[in-house]
């Protein structure tokens, strides 16, 4: 290692050499005329100081290193020294002390740098005679691939938090918060997918529901499961590294292992290829399950780290696809990825998948989730059930998850490619038989929605993001702040009607009349204390049936404001008006409307609307607004705080073959009516028969005048 010389150590050295040259030339004289004779005077006179002299410097340059011209002028007269002379040597000894100081300094980083090579090499050595703590054998660095290794090494450092946090807990709480579920994630809890560019828009307590104790009944199966032993992660992982590869392979390859369906609308799983492609298996076959498998490929507009990031935020996740995941936890994260991404990701979680029907029953899965870049550069996001590696209760068994998820390839201008995978075995003894037809085709839990559904909501947040108003909006929205602040309250509001209209085993649905697939089912749920929601009991009410009338058809008769007063009684037959509308996709069934009828018995309120649709299932949802709270919306402030009771209708194909052409625009329809009315503004107060009746009289008459408006459509 070279000697470093500062600006201040080569000036002092500069100025040295000078005075150096000057002290010569006065001590030693010249030879007369300078110009007469250029050769050097080689009888030149060098004065060297006594030895007293040399002590009396020392001991004055220990006291003051630099001294001033008054201290040197009387030093020079104690010694019988010249001023000059005097300088000279404290400019010498400084320069000399520095060198010093300098050539020690190296030594000794040359000796810290010795120690750290032998250290390094001990270590190197220990490391290759290392064996396994779990079976003793060889267990070389290097002999691991990358993303073991990483996740090893994460691992043990979670594990150290844990522990120390756990020694905090059981200080104050007085038990570990390994009794607690972690809900743990690289971005923030409760974040919005709208929060990838538009700041805190999507940020929202009431998304907070995931997570709440409203989220578990009583005696739910899900609330019953934690977090992962330690004994159990290591198995995990080389479950989540297995089920990635299986998944990667399931992606890319085709026929035989992939075909075409009858009605060549969807891509099935061939069996008997898939087990003779994978005869291991990594998840035992179910007796008595059936195999659900699909695959579908799509084009999306958004980049592949946000895909990503949605898919490994539970909040996000869950908001993205509320038609199909009802809820959702993560409870531990084994690893949070490397390099400040989610590359090597690892969480184990549960979640609750869902048709918006209370007719079909949710499937509850507990798995892990783990993602991984590719050295082509593509993500790949693979799901895996862990329901047979511990022993829980054969009631979350209903839905194993074979290795499920997502292939994610960087596209130009923003675009990704995203191929969907989706393989469970199920036990459907509980779908009602409107619906069977639905799920065995696939639309219901398959890729094909998975995918559609990501489609369309890129889109919705692609418009969400716009940093202007496109001239498809019109109405009373005047700012970006109003628009974006009125897109959060509709996100809340499709949140909120989808969490409550499905057979969630939170829900506890009452069958009110008949035995047929009209029956009317209702539950009560009090509110209380939630800004969200106005205080009080809310009865919520649903019905499904099937219509003789393409999905399409019904959808665009819902949604449309000037058709409205053929099925909302609550308008009393009056014209309803189109005050402000946000273009939300492609297709113009997806937009955002605020609504006002002229005839309604309440002047002072407002309707705000969503309806969106894709090939696999349209929405149409609606809830009244206080005028007051809409403008407070509009003027772009916090909407979060905006009381709604959310109703409205979730439109399926019916699963024959015309229905599964993706354009909606044949085969039958399979309807849910939903609504949400407060019927007593006390929580406390006792639910009376007569606001049972009023419901079921409301949705029986909002039933019935669909099906006559459709019918006379039809017949036209």
């Known amino acids: 290692m070279g000697i470093l010389v500062g600006m201040d150590h080569l000036q002092d050295l500069l ?19 300078d110009g007469q004779d250029p050769r050097p005077n080689k009888k030149k006179r060098y004065h060297r100081h006594t030895q007293h002299q040399i002590q009396e410097m020392e001991a004055f340059f220990k006291e003051c290193p630099h001294p001033d011209d008054k201290q040197r002028k009387e030093l020079s007269r104690e010694l019988g020294l010249e001023p000059l002379q005097v300088k000279f040597w404290f400019q010498n000894k400084r320069t000399q002390m520095k060198t010093q100081h300098e050539r020690h300094e190296n030594t000794s980083l040359r000796n810290e740098n010795e120690k750290l090579r032998a250290d390094n090499m001990r270590y190197r050595e220990a490391l290759s005679n290392a064996s396994c703590p779990n079976c003793g054998g060889p267990t070389a660095i ?19 938090e844990i522990d120390r946090i756990s020694a905090i807990a059981a200080k104050y709480v007085g038990k570990p918060v390994g009794n607690y579920p972690l809900i743990s994630s690289p971005v923030p809890p409760n974040r919005s997918p709208l929060d990838l560019g538009v700041g805190n828009m999507g940020t929202s307590p009431h998304h907070s529901f995931l997570l709440n104790s409203d989220m578990y009944a009583p005696g739910d199966i899900m609330r019953s499961i934690g977090a992962p032993s330690e004994a159990d992660k290591p198995m995990i992982i080389e479950l989540a590294v297995a089920a990635m590869e299986e998944l990667i392979r399931m992606a890319q390859i085709g026929e035989p292992l992939w075909m075409n369906s009858i009605d060549g609308s969807t891509t099935v799983l061939n069996e008997d290829e898939y087990i003779r492609t994978f005869p291991r298996g990594i998840v035992p076959k179910q007796s008595g399950f059936k195999c659900e498998a699909s695959r579908e490929s799509a084009v999306v507009i958004m980049n592949h780290n946000n895909l990503v990031e949605i898919l490994m935020d539970v909040n996000q996740w869950s908001t993205v696809f509320s038609g199909i995941v009802s809820r959702a936890m993560t409870l531990d994260v084994l690893s949070t990825g490397v390099a400040g991404n989610y590359n090597g990701a690892l969480q184990v979680m549960t979640a609750e998948f869902q048709v918006p029907t209370p007719l079909v029953p949710t499937r509850e899965s507990y798995f892990v989730r783990y993602c991984k870049q590719h050295v082509d550069g593509t993500w790949a996001v693979v799901d895996v059930s862990l329901d047979n590696q511990r022993g829980y209760t054969s009631a979350l068994k209903s839905c194993q ?5 997502c292939l994610i390839q960087e596209m130009p201008n923003g675009y990704s490619k995203v191929t969907w995978i989706e393989h469970v075995e199920v036990d459907e003894r509980g779908v009602h038989s409107l619906y069977k037809q639905l799920v065995n085709s696939g639309n219901a839990f398959g890729a094909k929605r998975w995918v559609a559904t990501l489609d369309r909501q890129c889109e919705r947040l692609a ?56 029956d009317v089912r209702v539950m009560t749920r009090k509110s209380v204390d939630d800004p969200g929601r106005p205080p009080g009991i809310v009865l919520s009410a649903a019905t499904s049936f099937w219509l003789p009338v393409p999905p399409k058809r019904v959808f665009e008769f819902l949604r449309d404001e000037n058709s409205r007063n053929e099925w909302d009684i609550l ?21 955002v409307s605020l609504l006002r009828s002229a005839n309604s018995s309440q002047s002072n309120m407002l309707i705000l ?13 609606y809830a009244p607004v206080d005028i007051v709270a809409m403008n407070v919306v509009l003027n772009g402030s916090d909407p979060d705080y905006v009381a709604l009771l959310p109703s409205g209708f979730a439109i399926l194909p019916d699963g024959t073959s015309g229905s599964n052409n993706g354009e909606g625009e044949s085969g039958g329809s399979l309807l849910t009516v939903a609504f949400q009315i407060l019927v007593d ?30 019918s006379l459509d039809n017949e036209a």
């Open 15 to 33: 100025l040295v050499s000078d005075t150096k040259s000057g002290s010569e030339n006065l001590e030693g004289g010249g030879s007369g005329d």
């Open 142 to 160: 290097g002999e691991m691939s990358f993303d073991e290794h990483h996740l090893r090494l994460e691992n043990a450092r979670l594990r150290e």
């Open 401 to 405: 998850r074979r290795p499920s998820g």
């Open 463 to 518: 418009s969400a993001l716009a940093t202007n108003i496109p001239t498809g909006d019109v109405g009373v929205i005047t700012t970006q702040e109003g628009r974006k602040s009125m897109l959060k309250l509709a996100e809340r509001m499709v949140i909120s009607f989808c969490a409550g209209v499905s057979a969630s085993t939170t829900h506890t649905w009452t069958t009110l009349s008949g035995t047929g697939a009209d």
């Open 571 to 591: 308008s009393n037959g009056g014209v309803v008006q189109e005050m402000a509308h946000i273009a939300n996709g492609r297709d113009t069934g997806n937009c």
């Open 609 to 621: 609307q969503e309806s969106c649709t894709d090939s696999t299932a349209s929405y149409v949802i």
């Open 681 to 710: 503004s006390v929580p406390t107060a006792k639910l009376s028969l007569g606001s049972v009746a009023t419901v079921n009289n409301l949705i029986a008459c909002t039933v019935e005048r669909i099906k006559a408006s459709l």
